[in-house]
């Protein structure tokens, strides 16, 4: 297993071209939120803006709407009962996010239904929270296109089938290969599995025990992929930069919330950008 280090962030983070604007940065696309967790697709939505996404839309339920645009008015919204809209915006995203709050009813099944069905081989797909485990129970046809699994221990137990207990590097190895996508193992020391490599995340802290902290590495994932050119590497520097903010946020706070992570994010990029 390899270590992950700081050198993934200056490897990764780059300067913006002066010949840009905002559509250079990709157009993310995050899809959750019930009438119960807004709250998730708000936190993954805010930490994909403030990582320099391009464009940012939130398919959710229109409960959420107002509460959205008070925090974020940077995001466009969509319906995400809208199929026809959705659908649209999904096909011409560079990244899509699907999962934080999204639920485990009926609703939501059709929900992350229609949204694989939209997807297309130059995207990158998160899947986190909800999606991981609606796709547990009631498989799916996964799209053929760059995928990121981005499970806690009890959602990784009901995709792959391993124990918590036995989720030893070797298992966990064996079903991301018949995924074909990468896992982002999240606990204390996360592991991310690659394809080509396992990597072990050496920092953060139970600082970070929080609800809304995945539903933020989510979007920020989210914001990295759509932005940075190596796919791989967006990854694994969005996991990194999730927990060394937390790291630095903690050394003066007992606990740090998620949305201080996301709001943290501009000047922590561009001490590293390069
Ligand atoms: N503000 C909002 O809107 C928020 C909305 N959220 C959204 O809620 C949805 C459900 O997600 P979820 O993670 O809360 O619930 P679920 O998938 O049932 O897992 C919990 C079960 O697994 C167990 N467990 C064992 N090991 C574990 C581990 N390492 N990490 C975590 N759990 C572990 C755990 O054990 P226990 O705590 O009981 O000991 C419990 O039995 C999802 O869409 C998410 O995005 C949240 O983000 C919160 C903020
Ligand atoms: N004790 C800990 N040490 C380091 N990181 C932690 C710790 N507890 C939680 N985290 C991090 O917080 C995040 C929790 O993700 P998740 O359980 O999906 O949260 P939520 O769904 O509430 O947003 C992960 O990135 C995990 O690595
Ligand atoms: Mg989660």
Do not use: C
Request: charged share 15%; glycine share 8%; aromatic share 6%.
């Amino acid at each position: 297993m390899l270590t992950l280090t700081e050198e993934i962030l200056t490897k990764t983070i780059r300067v913006r071209p002066n010949d840009s604007y905002k559509g250079t940065f990709g157009r993310v696309v995050l899809v959750g939120g019930n009438a119960n967790y807004g709250g998730a697709i708000i936190m993954a939505s805010t930490a994909a803006v403030y990582a320099g996404a391009g464009l940012v839309t939130t398919g959710t339920d229109t409960n959420n709407l107002s509460s959205l645009h008070a925090s974020l008015p940077e995001a466009m919204f969509v319906n995400y009962y809208d199929k026809v809209k959705l659908s649209h915006l999904v096909s011409y995203a560079t990244t899509v996010v699907i999962g934080p709050g999204l639920g485990d009813d009926f609703h939501s099944q059709e929900v992350l239904a229609s949204v694989l069905a939209n997807i297309n081989q130059s995207q990158s797909v998160i899947i986190d929270g909800s999606a991981i485990s609606l796709l547990a129970a009631n498989p799916l046809d996964i799209p053929d296109t760059n995928l990121i699994f981005t499970p806690h221990e009890m959602e990784w137990q009901r995709l792959s089938g391993i124990k918590i207990s036995d989720q030893t590097s070797d298992a966990n190895q064996l079903v991301q290969q018949q995924l074909n996508a990468t896992v982002v193992l999240k606990k204390h020391h996360t592991e991310i599995y690659t394809g080509k490599n396992i990597y072990q995340l050496p920092i953060g802290t139970p600082a970070q025990a929080t609800g809304g902290m995945g539903d933020t590495l989510a979007g920020m994932i989210g914001g990295f992929t759509a932005q940075f050119d190596n796919q791989e590497n967006a990854v694994l520097a969005a996991v990194y930069a999730h927990s060394a903010i937390a790291d630095e946020l903690a050394r003066s706070q007992y606990v740090v919330l998620p949305h201080q992570i996301s709001h943290a994010l501009p000047m922590f990029m561009k001490r590293y950008a390069n």
